[in-house]
Structure formats: C-alpha cells, structure tokens
C-alpha cells in the first residue's frame, strides 16, 4: 500500500474532481463553465500531489515547451470562453506531455486480466505495441 500525506491525498480528490468536470463538461456539449472548473481543479490537484517545484520542473523543462504551451495555452482559450478549440488544444498538450508514459500504462494495462486479452486481439495489439514502444525521454 502507498502512503500518502495529506496534501497529497486532497491532491488526488481536487485532481479526480478536475477529470469528472472535464468528462461532465464534454458529456454536455463542451460546457465552458464545467470545463473551466475542470481544468482549474486538473492543474491545482496535479500541484498538490507531486508538489509546486516539481510540477513547474514537470511542465517547463527545456524539451517540453512545446507541449505545455499547448496545454496551458488550451486551458487559457477555454478561460477565455472557446471551449472545443481549447479542448483540442489541450488533448494535443497532454498527449505531447505525457506520452513518455504511455508505455508504463500499456504495460500495466497489458497485466489486467480482462482488459490485457482485449489489447492482445491482432487488430488492435498492432497499435497497441506502437503506444507502447514509445521511446521519448519523460
């Protein structure tokens, strides 16, 4: 079992809410004010589990500028009231900013009984494998 501080276990509920707001928000026709909400609570959860320092070395590492001036970018335009375009925007972000664990996810996806049969069906293991090939630094 992880242990968890207490910051970080009100991380891990601001972070769960900012997803549910996010998915709630595009369920409904990409809500702006859920969205917001969403993206607010995404990024304020994310601060609290890994810290303040590590989640600005996280976002504006030297190699990564690009993703998160999408990311944040996206969460700005939806701020500003556009919300499909920031939408976009910030799916494009997030996968530059976190592809480098796309392959820790396959593999731990792969382990999973139900869900691991399902990625080893010919079709879909072909994609499966170019995700989980991934070899951009993190």
Do not use: C
Request: proline letters at 3%; aromatic letters at 18%.
């Amino acid at each position: 079992m992880i242990s968890l501080t207490d910051s970080q276990k009100i991380g891990m509920g601001l972070t769960g809410f900012g997803v549910f707001f996010l998915f709630f928000g595009m369920i409904l026709f990409f809500d702006k004010a859920l969205l917001a909400i969403g993206n607010i609570l995404f990024v304020a959860g994310l601060s609290f589990v890994i810290g303040l320092e590590r989640t600005f070395r996280f976002f504006f590492q030297k190699h990564k500028m690009k993703a998160t001036s999408f990311f944040l970018g996206g969460v700005l335009v939806v701020l500003i009231g556009w919300p499909i375009i920031g939408v976009v925007l910030e799916i494009y972000g997030f996968f530059l900013l976190f592809r480098g664990f796309f392959p820790v996810v396959v593999g731990f996806i792969r382990r999973i009984p139900v869900l691991g049969s399902i990625l080893n069906l010919p079709f879909i293991s072909s994609y499966v494998d170019k995700v989980g090939e991934s070899n951009t630094m993190v």
